[in-house]
């Protein structure tokens, strides 16, 4: 009898404190849009023009690494890379009369590097550039083991490599959707360290000088803007719009195991501005943790798919769709060092691991022409096991 009043005490105690937590709940809900749009008298609070400029400085950089047919300098290049205002670096002149460049956002998050710049990891970018200019320089026919060339694949694609196999335009592009697209969203604008610093303001709802905003509403829209910048309209993305995170974001999702990948991200980014708004920053973290995963999660996928389809054209002897494949994964390789694990706060693979990733793809006499596919079917086993896919689910 003790005991079944024992259990019916605790049977009551329970539901008690579920009532309890239910008005708490509901004491502490906020409504969320159904799309990233939010206003404060009347006119929006949303800002990120910043990251659209980079995204546009980035897209141009991007093209001159492959423009033949005036090729420019490596320095002109990397002037680009490191822009100063004023510099007539951009065809875009609007992009020329800004004070902000890509070098100075490469590398250089709150939690990975203290919110200063990586010197040494933008000196590999630039290397990018040189290696990329130079094999461009010296390319005088057909590419073969050893010595820069083209190689043409049907009447249309030409591949430009160096003496093995590499086109450095793709490791630099796919370098940078790690080191400086998703680095500055998950490491920097959507941390916490960087947005509880402006936790009181947000609190009393101070406004940022002249601005509609606070300064912590902007971070999340700057962490925003690096994804979705250049969407013609960012209440309705449809993707693909950049060569950076967004575009294979919008590849990942379409893929079978991730479909709704890149309507889990929108809706973490609108619930996490919200709850900003509403001052929630419990559910604001675990928006931004969210992120962390799924955004991760789309450089892992990548990392693996073309180091698989890179094996399977090299097997069949195309080589230039082949380094072409393991070229853009030399640079999701890179990239590896740049997510970030929620469960632990570190990234899924340290800049050590990315490196040896990288060497045992090149570890050939000459790279790419001689690779070794046992070693590859093992990187990409290692990779997806530590992001929780399998390698058949990046493929399909």
């Known amino acids: 009898m003790n005991y079944l009043n024992n259990s019916m005490m605790a049977l009551l105690m329970a539901l008690a404190i579920a009532l309890v937590s239910c008005d708490e709940e509901e004491e502490t809900s906020f409504e969320t849009p159904a799309t990233y749009s939010f206003e404060r008298d009347g006119e929006s609070t949303v800002s990120y023009k910043g990251q659209t400029t980079r995204l546009k400085m980035a897209a141009e950089i991007v093209d001159e690494l492959i423009n033949v047919e005036e090729t420019k300098s490596a320095d002109a290049i990397k002037a680009m890379f490191a822009h100063e205002q004023g510099a007539k670096n951009f065809t875009d002149t609007d992009l020329n009369d800004q004070k902000k460049n890509i ?9 990975l590097f203290g919110g200063s710049v990586n010197a040494s990891i933008g000196g590999v970018f630039e290397t990018y550039i040189d290696d990329q200019i130079s094999t461009l320089n010296e390319i005088t026919g ?29 490791v ?26 402006y936790q009181e303001d947000n609190d009393n709802g101070t406004l940022d000088g002249d601005a509609n905003y606070t300064e912590m509403e902007h971070n999340w829209d700057e962490a925003f803007g690096y994804l979705y910048g250049l969407e013609a309209d ?25 479909t709704g990948l890149a309507d889990d991200i929108y809706k973490a980014f609108i619930t996490g501005r919200a709850a900003i708004v509403a001052k929630e920053y419990g559910i604001r973290n675990q928006q931004a943790d969210i992120l962390r995963e799924k955004l991760s999660l789309v450089v892992g996928v990548m990392a693996v798919f073309y180091l698989e389809t890179g ?15 393991f070229s853009e994964g030399l640079g999701f390789l890179y990239s590896l060092q740049f997510t970030q694990n929620p469960s632990t706060g570190d990234p899924y693979f340290s800049a050590q691991q990315s490196k040896d990733f ?32 399998t390698v058949d689910q990046a493929m399909n």
């Open 103 to 111: 070098k100075s956002k490469t590398a250089a998050s709150t939690d």
């Open 142 to 170: 057909a590419a073969k083991e050893g010595t820069p060339g083209e190689i043409i694949e049907g009447t249309e694609t030409i591949r430009y490599v160096d003496g093995d196999g590499i086109e450095w335009n793709q």
């Open 172 to 197: 630099f592009t796919k370098s940078l959707i790690g080191a400086f697209t998703l680095d500055q969203i998950i490491n920097h604008y959507a941390s916490a360290g960087k947005l509880d610093a």
């Open 234 to 258: 960012p209440t309705s993305p449809t993707l693909g719009t950049d060569d950076l995170l967004n575009k294979y974001l919008n590849t990942v999702d379409k893929k079978t195991a991730f």
């Open 311 to 325: 094996k399977e054209m090299y097997q069949d002897e195309k080589f230039g769709a082949a380094f072409h494949d």
């Open 358 to 389: 990288m060497d045992k793809l090149l570890a050939g006499e000459n790279g790419l022409w001689n690779i070794n596919s046992e070693d590859i079917e093992a990187m990409s086993k290692e990779i997806a096991s530590a992001f929780g896919f």
